[in-house]
């Protein structure tokens, strides 16, 4: 079983950046790839990024590639989602998954525990 816990949304300008955290608790956090997600409003959720067990691999949609960074430390069991250039179509709550697939997936079916997510607004 994995908790996970998001903070760090906010309401920032266009051009800005945030810095999403999100917490898990237990003891195989090592164990589990990590994924963040967003859903804007009237939209479905799709994938954002993600990261392998030790950190090695990640993975990004087109639409972030390049602006948003995702990394992880597993002494801390938290994993991170640095977005910079942020622009209103970034609007959304982001949430944060964990998985135990061979690779880090970049479907929602891939991640098995799911924080309750945290707002991010850009304004223009």
């Known amino acids: 079983q994995v908790q996970l816990v998001e903070s760090g949304g906010g309401l920032v300008q266009v051009g800005g950046s945030l810095r999403l955290s999100c917490a898990a608790s237990g003891r195989t956090f090592s164990s589990v790839n990590m994924g963040w997600f967003r859903q804007g409003s009237g939209k479905e959720r799709e994938f954002v990024a993600a990261i392998s067990r030790s950190g090695g691999g990640t993975y990004y949609a087109d639409s972030v590639k390049g602006r948003f960074t995702i990394s992880r430390d597993n002494a801390k069991n938290t994993v991170y989602l640095q977005m910079k250039s942020l622009k209103p179509e970034d609007t959304a709550v982001y949430y944060c998954?964990?998985?135990?697939?061979?690779?880090?997936?970049?479907?929602?079916?891939?991640?098995?525990?799911w924080g309750q997510g945290t707002q991010v607004t850009v304004s223009s």
């Open positions: 998954a964990a998985g135990r697939s061979v690779v880090p997936g970049q479907d929602a079916s891939d991640y098995a525990y």
